[in-house]
């Protein structure tokens, strides 16, 4: 089993759209967690930290499952902005951070 | 202002010829780490200091090398660049002393092997 594994996609969706995107992890005692995104040939950015059951910013809602070892980020009414890759990070222990292979997102007009 | 500063954004060399990518930071973070990404890839976790503390990844070739003379700068030193070694360098940091870990990037470094 992969360290980190996320929903392989595409995601091609339209604007205004809601879509979901699904993150486990293997490491049972990770602490904290994260969703960024990355666009095209950038460094990745912060999205969300996640280090409860979840928090909300505005569009963005992420949630975490300790017991399923699983978190996931919602997106409501898609931006053609939003469209990037977005990464799932695990910090495993010790400032061993993994990321997940990545889902891409295009928001189509 | 740029927090976490990498140069060069773009390298070019020779296989075989060594060489260096830069990361400086200036918001005092006491972890930096290096990481490799290659195209449609995630980034790899090369190594990391926590301070003076030198965490290499299992899986991180010998090839790969890293410094940190103080907090605010590290390097990564590619002694031998293979083609294989050709992609995006990433350089992160983090405070371990904060409520939270969240990594800052800096923009990268494209190397290309020729």
């Known amino acids: 089993r992969k360290e980190v594994e996320q929903d392989p996609g595409p995601f091609n969706v339209p604007e205004g759209a809601t879509v979901a995107f699904n993150c486990t992890y293997s490491?049972?005692?990770?602490?904290?967690f994260f969703w960024y995104r990355q666009d095209c040939r950038k460094e990745p950015k912060l999205l969300m930290s996640?280090?409860?059951s979840g928090n909300e910013d505005g569009r963005f809602t992420a949630q975490l499952n300790r017991a399923s070892q699983y978190i996931s980020l919602l997106i409501r009414d898609s931006k053609l902005s939003d469209s990037a890759t977005y990464l799932c990070v695990v910090n495993m222990l010790n400032n061993d951070m993994r990321f997940g292979a990545g889902t891409r997102l295009t928001v189509k007009p | 202002d740029a927090m976490v500063i990498q140069n060069p954004r773009y390298q070019v060399t020779q296989f075989g010829k060594p060489v260096t990518l830069s990361c400086s930071q200036t918001?005092?973070?006491?972890?930096m780490y290096w990481y490799q990404q290659k195209s449609s890839q995630a980034p790899k976790l090369l190594f990391h200091y926590y301070d003076k503390d030198f965490n290499n990844e299992a899986d991180t070739p010998d090839n790969f090398q890293s410094r940190r003379p103080n907090t605010s700068f590290c390097f990564l030193d590619i002694r031998s660049p293979g083609l294989g070694d050709a992609a995006m360098y990433l350089c992160a940091t983090s405070d371990q002393g904060m409520s939270t870990d969240t990594q800052y990037f800096g923009p990268g470094t494209r190397l290309t092997v020729l």
């Open positions: 490491n049972s005692a990770s602490q904290s």
């Open positions: 918001l005092n973070h006491n972890v």
């Open positions: 996640v280090y409860s």
